[in-house]
């Protein structure tokens, strides 16, 4: 946390910061080598061996998943046309 606190210089014009302050006064921060080189984070690593050993497998927030293609989803909808025009409601009447 310090790191943070010496990395941003407005926190000690801050009076809410006081304490925080004056404790990591002087405190250097130790760096943190485990990261990739290739600056890809080891989620991102894990999920695309998953995607490789489960091809069939559609996961959310992958930008490949059906390239495009109409399908139905899990719950058997289907995405009308965009120039699909929806049916007026039935009108209410009146008890």
Do not use: H
Request: hydrophobic share 25%; aromatic share 6%.
């Amino acid at each position: 946390m310090c790191g943070r606190v010496n990395s941003n210089p407005s926190l000690a014009y801050n009076s809410n910061f006081d304490l925080l302050v004056s404790k990591c006064r002087g405190v250097t921060p130790a760096r943190d080598n485990t990261r990739p080189s290739d600056s890809q984070s080891l989620w991102d690593d894990m999920k695309d061996e998953y995607k490789k050993e489960n091809p069939e497998v559609n996961l959310m927030g992958d930008k490949f998943i059906n390239s495009g293609k109409t399908k139905l989803d899990k719950s058997g909808l289907k995405i009308p046309p965009k120039d699909y025009i929806l049916p007026l409601p039935k009108p209410k009447q009146n008890e």
